[in-house]
């Protein structure tokens, strides 16, 4: 059974940076894609950042780039979200899942999410 727990969320004031984690077991990590997606109060959850199986290709949607790092640890079945400038916006509930690399679509079930809050 595939478990993501997601962390290293909290309050922070705009401008600022938090650095999420989230460590998979149940699944062949060094094999899976994977990504990083947000819900907002109200709003569908939406794709952030994705990472391919070794860490060589990256991917991350318009509203995040040049602020946002996505990076993987294989060998700590770990993917982190490095994130910087933060925006009022940017306040969500963060989850990471595996994904399917062509689409960014998530595969599988989903962890209880870090939430991200940041202030003005």
């Known amino acids: 059974q595939v478990q993501l727990v997601e962390s290293g969320g909290g309050l922070v004031q705009a401008g600022g940076s938090l650095r999420l984690s989230c460590v998979a077991s149940g699944l062949t990590f060094s094999s899976r894609a994977l990504g990083w997606f947000r819900q907002a109060p109200g709003k569908e959850r939406e794709a952030v950042a994705a990472i391919n199986s070794i860490g060589t290709l990256t991917y991350y949607v318009d509203f995040v780039k040049g602020r946002f790092t996505i990076s993987r640890d294989n060998a700590k079945n770990t993917v982190y979200l490095q994130m910087s400038s933060l925006k009022v916006e940017d306040t969500a509930v963060y989850y990471c899942?595996?994904?399917?690399?062509?689409?960014?679509?998530?595969?599988?079930?989903w962890g209880q999410g870090t939430q991200v809050t940041v202030s003005s």
């Open positions: 899942a595996g994904i399917f690399w062509s689409t960014k679509a998530p595969i599988g079930s």
